[in-house]
């Protein structure tokens, strides 16, 4: 189990009983600090991330926060179905294990852009596959924890996500590919997500919230893109808040006691969304995921 050697938290056992908080793409920037202010808060964090070398960087800088910090990082590459199944068996053993099989919090948090269409393994659009079907995919394996944990589902979504429908039709966008519709698109899906498994699973005790970060100065602008996009990006994210400020509002949603209400975040407050974000449209979106990864989300 690759995530085994990079747990170097110290003595993760069950003797005064934590939560536990998984963060998708916690190697760096908004899943990174969100990381390190969830454990300040005293929560066990289980981060996947894609690369053994900022696994190790991100680890080293939550451990010198605080020594005592009860870390784990698991590798992935989520943009691939596979990778995704691969992990959630490793991390459901983990949880077994270590956790009495609970997960407080999922955070699908990793994400990326593109500049041009690019395809996983599976032949998906990436960002369609990492910042939606990988969340999917991946929150599905992981209800049987979640559920236990009577657990809340976050995901990190975007204000870009308004003025677009979802192109069912196409929705890869393959046929005249516009990078930034992809990405608008994908960030739709994620609200898409938490309203139908809220839906579906509010009865069995889960909550599914979306946090709009707003700009965050990151640098997700200028991995794997083209020079235009790192250009602007290089320019665009020096207006953006620090990571610590989105990592405020995920705190907000796993520290109420009883789950607010709401569905989309922005600086600890309920905001509103697109009108695309319907039952039916949520509907339309998990058929047409399960389809594409293999899976069924059973009604409870
Ligand atoms: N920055 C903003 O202004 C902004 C605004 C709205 C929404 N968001 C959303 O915020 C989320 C986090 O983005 P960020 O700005 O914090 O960017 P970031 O610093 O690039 O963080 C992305 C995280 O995802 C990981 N990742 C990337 N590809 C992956 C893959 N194939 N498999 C597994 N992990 C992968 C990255 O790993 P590495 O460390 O190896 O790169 C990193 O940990 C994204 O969903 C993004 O859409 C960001």
């Known amino acids: 189990m690759l995530g085994a050697g990079l747990d170097t938290s110290r003595e993760m056992t069950q003797e005064v009983k934590m939560k536990t908080i998984l963060i998708t793409g916690a190697s760096s920037g908004i899943g990174l600090e969100t990381a390190r202010t969830l454990i300040r808060q005293g929560y066990s964090v289980i981060g996947v991330a894609r690369s053994e070398a900022n696994c190790d960087r991100a680890k080293e800088m939550i451990l010198s926060d605080n020594p005592n910090a009860k870390i784990i990082f698991f590798m992935a590459d989520l943009m691939q179905q596979r990778e995704v199944v691969r992990v959630a068996e490793e991390i459901t053993l983990y949880l077994n294990e270590k956790c009495s099989g609970e997960l407080y919090a999922l955070i699908n948090n990793a994400g990326c852009v593109r500049s041009w269409y690019m395809t996983t393994d599976e032949g998906y659009e990436q960002q369609f596959a990492l910042n939606h079907l990988a969340g ?63 839906d579906r699973y509010a009865a069995a005790g889960i909550r599914a919230y979306v946090v709009d970060p707003g700009l965050v100065n990151t640098d997700i602008g200028s991995k794997e893109t083209g020079a235009l996009v790192n250009f602007i990006w290089s320019v665009r994210k020096r207006y953006g808040v620090p990571p610590s400020v989105p990592a405020k509002t995920y705190e907000f949603l796993c520290e109420q006691k009883f789950p607010p209400d709401g569905l989309y975040y922005y600086f600890c407050k309920e905001k509103n969304y697109s009108k695309q974000v319907t039952s039916q449209n949520a509907d339309r979106l998990f058929e047409l995921s399960e389809r594409l990864c293999d899976i069924r989300y059973e009604k409870v």
């Open 136 to 198: 999917f995919l991946l929150t599905h394996k992981l209800l049987p924890a979640l559920i236990k944990a009577q657990g809340r589902v976050i995901m990190t979504g975007s204000e870009s996500h308004k003025g677009i429908k979802v192109r069912w039709d196409n929705i890869m966008l393959s046929r005249r590919y516009n990078p930034l519709t992809a990405y608008k698109q994908s960030k739709l899906c994620n609200i898409l997500f938490a309203k139908g498994l809220n």
